[in-house]
């Protein structure tokens, strides 16, 4: 069964760096499509970055662009998100998820085959 295990959040202030890990076990990452979520208090969930089956990495809000990058270490079966520059705005509940739809319709929130549990990302003074 494929399970995704989140890790690597905390505490940091606005300018600093954190990297997100997304380990994956049950199968191989590369055939799946691993998309970054987050989550804050009293928003909906909104998409931020994408790693594809096919090894392309985009972000997936204008907002991080410049400062979010998504990579993939195939013989550690993960996928990370290294964050730079971190605003406040940034802050919330960061989810990676997996789905095996086309890579053109890839990381929509739909269609997901399993969410990981979650890792929160604060940023503040």
């Known amino acids: 069964q494929l399970q995704l295990v989140e890790s690597g959040g905390g505490l940091v202030q606005p300018g600093g760096s954190l990297r997100l890990s997304c380990a994956v076990s049950g199968d191989r990452v590369h055939n799946y499509n691993i998309g970054w979520f987050r989550q804050a208090p009293g928003k909906e969930r909104e998409g931020v970055s994408c790693?594809?089956?096919?090894?392309?990495?985009?972000n997936l809000d204008d907002s991080v662009k410049g400062r979010f990058t998504a990579s993939r270490d195939s013989a550690k079966n993960t996928i990370y998100l290294q964050m730079n520059n971190l605003k406040p705005e940034d802050s919330g509940v960061y989810y990676c998820?997996?789905?095996?739809?086309?890579?053109?319709?890839?990381?929509?929130?739909?269609?997901?085959?399993?969410w990981g549990q979650g890792t929160q990302v604060t940023v503040q003074e």
């Open positions: 790693f594809k089956r096919n090894n392309y990495a985009t």
């Open positions: 998820a997996a789905d095996r739809r086309p890579t053109s319709i890839a990381c929509r929130g739909d269609s997901i085959v399993r």
